[in-house]
């Protein structure tokens, strides 16, 4: 079970971080993606974390503002977000996917992954 946290209403400029508790399953032995919906949009994938957090790759979009890192001792993967904007705002989830998943050829697909939390909003306004 993948349990999403973190979100919330944020001023253009803010920042937020996002977290992914895991349960009941070994997060280490996952790769990690994080995505995003917006209304009347289709999902997005922000970004992809491996196993070990060796390697990372990040959609255009977010590349540059938003970070992920995990923490296997604590069974919890992170987005860090700055500098939002309005289109930002969206319901952000965080998906599982098996180890061997290539975070560069498949980690933002969304089709890459098994396991999805249940989502938190963000909203970005002034």
């Known amino acids: 079970q993948l349990v999403e946290s973190g979100g919330g209403a944020v001023q253009p400029g803010g920042s937020l971080r996002l977290s992914c508790q895991a349960s009941?399953?070994?997060?280490?032995?996952?790769?990690i993606g994080w995505f995003r919906q917006a209304p009347g949009k289709e999902r997005e994938g922000l970004s992809c974390?491996?196993?070990?957090?060796?390697?990372?790759n990040y959609a255009r979009s977010v590349k540059g503002r938003f970070t992920t890192s995990r923490d296997n001792t604590k069974n919890t993967a992170f987005l860090q977000m700055n500098g939002l904007q309005p289109e930002d705002t969206a319901v952000y989830y965080c998906?599982?996917?098996?180890?061997?998943?290539?975070?560069?050829?498949?980690?933002?697909?969304?089709?890459?992954?098994?396991?999805w939390g249940q989502g938190t909003q963000v909203a970005v306004s002034s």
């Open positions: 998906a599982s996917a098996h180890y061997y998943t290539d975070c560069a050829s498949e980690g933002l697909m969304a089709t890459s992954y098994d396991y």
């Open positions: 009941g399953v070994r997060l280490e032995d996952y790769v």
């Open positions: 974390i491996n196993s070990f957090g060796h390697s990372t």
